[in-house]
């Protein structure tokens, strides 16, 4: 009796194993990737097999500080000061990508900055670049390297957005606009890539994430929304890569904060969000923008 449940139940074990995708052999790029999450991402893909790594960012110190890292661990890594803001650097620099190192198979959209001010305290140039470096840095990759994904039907493309892109707080306005930008981005983009055979889309939306880009931000109750360690956003990121998930919530309970949204008014939302000190909780903000 065993061996014939057990029969049954092997069929579906090879089907959703043969779903997650192998990453031997794979080259991803990802912008931001000197630190923070970009960092543990490179790690991350590094350890799950790909076959060269690829870092983008604006500072060459943490750009060469992470891939040697990486490399020490035996994976092929290369590093290009970048800044995706800059679309005549990014077409740039990803043709000396294609040139030096080869096609790009996994793009991973990670850089972003927050200025922590409300819109009238804001800079107007510091305004643009949230919204250049957030949003529009992602219509440049993508430009630069999803055409070739898709002549070649091996490809895959990742953003990493923000619970904030559907549930804004005072204080990061350039940021909650931006990401939420991102968001209906990655969407169209993710419909229109649904009978593009070989090429899937990830978008990750993670609450506040334990790095120096949000440091000082506070909660109310920290206990019951601890920030994420961005290794685990990490290792969530690679792993909804290889299961080709195109929307992927971290942590799993953001889905009812959505849900919420989606018919409570907004007085009730309101009284929800001053509860918890979301109004408030970049009073504290010291992050790096």
């Known amino acids: 009796r065993d061996a014939r449940r057990l029969s049954c139940v092997l069929p579906f074990i090879k089907i959703v194993t043969a779903r997650r995708k192998d990453l031997a052999g794979e080259v991803v790029l990802i912008t931001g ?34 891939a040697e890292e990486i490399s020490l661990s035996g994976t092929e890594c290369h590093y290009l000061v970048c800044d995706v803001a800059n679309r005549e650097e990014v077409y740039k620099q990803a043709k000396v990508v294609r040139e030096k190192v080869g096609d790009v198979s996994i793009l991973v959209n990670n850089a972003a900055v927050v200025h922590g001010k409300t819109l009238m305290e804001s800079d107007d140039d510091a305004l643009l670049k949230s919204q250049h470096i957030n949003t529009l840095g992602q219509f440049w990759t993508i430009k630069a390297f999803l055409p070739r994904m898709l002549e070649l039907q091996h490809g895959h493309v990742v953003c990493i957005n923000s619970i904030l892109s559907q549930s804004p707080i005072p204080g990061a306005i350039d940021y909650c606009t931006s990401k939420a930008s991102s ?70 309970t953001m889905h009812a904060l959505v849900i919420l949204k989606s018919f409570m008014p907004q007085v009730a939302l309101e009284e929800i969000h001053r509860f918890s000190g979301s109004y408030t909780c970049m009073n504290t903000f010291k992050g790096r923008t």
């Open 33 to 66: 990737g000197g630190r923070g999450i970009g960092r543990h991402l490179a790690k991350e893909f590094a350890k799950q097999g790909a076959r060269k790594v690829i870092l983008w960012g604006r500072t060459e110190k943490c750009l060469k500080e992470t």
């Open 183 to 252: 968001l209906a981005f990655m969407e169209s983009l993710t419909l229109g890539m649904l009978d593009c055979p070989g090429v899937g889309c990830t978008t990750v939306l993670p609450f506040h994430t334990n790095t120096e880009m949000f440091q000082g931000l506070r909660v109310r109750f920290p206990q019951l929304f601890p920030p994420l360690k961005p290794e685990v956003v990490a290792q969530r990121t690679v792993d909804a890569v290889r299961a080709d998930k195109a929307f992927i919530y971290l942590p799993w």
